[in-house]
């Protein structure tokens, strides 16, 4: 969760991205953002986060891929572009249970 925290402003813009950007970012992406994405898709595979099931089913190998911790991070960035139609599906739980989290810790600070 750190991890998404710390590109927090990365996963609100590629949520409003168009395609052509989406796929620039990814491809210009770091080590750190990339394990982002196997972070998200491993808190998907563990049941984690609510997600839409019907809406990703057809991208559940390119997912599990992303999630597996023996592909290098060469084919994960293929993945992650591949299923860029997706990459909406995938971010918004993400972005609403960060929300959620971080409501409860200003909550409890007043």
Do not use: W
Request: aromatic share 4%; charged share 25%; with cysteine.
């Amino acid at each position: 969760m750190k991890n998404v925290k710390k590109h927090y402003h990365l996963l609100k813009l590629l949520l409003t991205a168009s395609p052509a950007q989406k796929r620039a970012i990814i491809r210009t992406a770091d080590k750190s953002q990339l394990h982002l994405f196997c972070e998200i898709c491993l808190n998907i595979l563990e049941g984690n986060l609510a997600v839409d099931v019907k809406k990703l089913r057809k991208y559940k190998k390119a997912i599990r891929k992303i999630g597996n911790k023996k592909l290098s991070l060469k084919q994960k960035r293929k993945e992650i572009i591949q299923i860029g139609g997706a990459l909406p599906f995938l971010i918004a739980p993400v972005l609403t249970a960060l929300a959620g989290i971080i409501g409860k810790a200003i909550g409890n600070r007043i």
